[in-house]
């Protein structure tokens, strides 16, 4: 972890990405901020491959068309994907949103990435008493929750 995620890090950890123009998964190291959601290709950061703004982004925690997909020799992924603005200076595209999908080995890890892109939304908003009450359980749907606890 940099210098720099000390202080603002809200979460970071592997995901697999599909790529924008050849719709190939990479595994891409995810670092978010109450500001932006960026991506490397390695855990040191040493090259920022790509990002989007938290501000006015939305969230698609559940693609059930999705996570019926096997990937390689029949492993399960849980799909969420990210649509915002890109951020300043990394992206070559000229739309004005754009759409990341990504991919989790968990329904427990996806539903943890959500409730913490909601949390760094809610913080640029100045919600500051839903962050403090936000839980991973807020936005797992009914169906994955099961018996547990």
């Not at 890090?9 to 932006?36: A, F, I, M, N």
């Not at 703004?53 to 399960?76: H, M, R, T, W, Y």
């Not at 915002?84 to 999908?101: A, H, M, Y």
């Amino acid at each position: 972890m940099s210098i720099r995620n000390l202080k603002s890090e809200v979460r970071s950890g592997w995901v697999t990405k599909e790529g924008s123009k050849h719709r190939t998964w990479r595994h891409r190291y995810l670092v978010l901020t109450p500001q932006d959601l960026r991506y490397y290709a390695d855990e040191n950061e040493s090259k920022l491959k790509g990002g989007l703004l938290i501000q006015d982004c939305v969230f698609e925690d559940s693609l059930p068309d999705q996570d019926e997909k096997k990937g390689l020799f029949g492993a399960q992924y849980y799909y969420f994907a990210v649509t915002s603005k890109p951020i300043d200076g990394v992206s070559s595209s000229t739309l004005d949103r754009r759409r990341l999908l990504m991919r989790v080995r968990t329904a427990t890890e996806r539903a943890q990435w959500i409730a913490a892109l909601q949390k760094a939304k809610r913080w640029l908003e100045g919600s500051d008493d839903q962050v403090a009450a936000s839980t991973a359980v807020d936005v797992m749907p009914a169906s994955e929750t099961g018996s547990s606890t």
